[in-house]
Structures are given as C-alpha cells and as structure tokens.
C-alpha cells in the first residue's frame, strides 16, 4: 500500500500563497488517481482538488476554481497544491489522498472514493 505525508502547511495572510506536497512511498504514484481534501473545525471533509494517474484530468471545488492548481509529478512520486489569493476561509487542514485506478483519467471527487489519506497539514489564513 501507499503512504503519503504531506507538508508544507502553515500560517499566511489574506492574499497570501501556499504550496502543499504530498510525498508518496511504498507504491509508484503513478498507478493512483491523487486528490486534495480539508477539514475545517466543526465542518465536514471537502473536495479540494483531483488529478488523474497521468496528470492531465484535473477537478476542482468550486471554493477554489482559479485559485489554487494541482499538480503531480510521478517521477518524484509527488503531488503538489498550489494556493493563491488566499482567504480566511481556506484554513483547514489539508490532506492528500490516493485511489489506485485502472482509469487514467479518472479524478475521484468524494472523499469515500480514496483509500489512503495522508495525516494532514494545517494551513490558516488570517485576516
């Protein structure tokens, strides 16, 4: 199975960018479709981001639509978020997710859809 661990969270003001990672080990990255998911206290888990095993498929939340962009690189075996224009309302905790597929350019966009999870990264943006 895969294990991913993500990083580069942290603290950023309004208007601020971020760039998450995922790193993956155990399992080439390039057999899972990968996605983005936060948690926000007392709010349910929800869709952030989704990208295909090749890279080309790409799903966003509406939340997020032209502000933050998913990228992977299956030669690192890595997954990347990159945030701009950020708000207070993106703080959250930030996980990346991994579905193993047959599906190229399948990109899951329910949270039940993924079978390994990172630990999360917290991101928080202040006003």
């Known amino acids: 199975q895969v294990q991913l661990v993500e990083s580069g969270g942290g603290l950023v003001q309004t208007g601020g960018s971020l760039r998450l990672s995922c790193a993956a080990s155990?399992?080439?990255?390039?057999?899972?479709?990968t996605g983005w998911f936060r948690q926000a206290p007392g709010k349910e888990r929800e869709f952030v981001a989704a990208i295909s095993r090749s890279g080309f498929s790409t799903s966003y939340g509406d939340s997020v639509k032209g502000r933050f962009t998913i990228s992977r690189d299956n030669a690192k075996n890595a997954m990347y978020l990159q945030m701009i224009s950020l708000k207070p309302e993106d703080t959250a905790v930030y996980y990346c997710?991994?579905?193993?597929?047959?599906?190229?350019?399948?990109?899951?966009?329910?949270?039940?859809?993924?079978?390994?999870w990172g630990q999360g990264t917290q991101v928080t943006v202040s006003s």
């Open positions: 155990g399992r080439t990255l390039s057999t899972y479709a």
């Open positions: 997710a991994a579905r193993p597929t047959g599906i190229t350019e399948a990109t899951p966009l329910r949270a039940d859809q993924y079978n390994y």
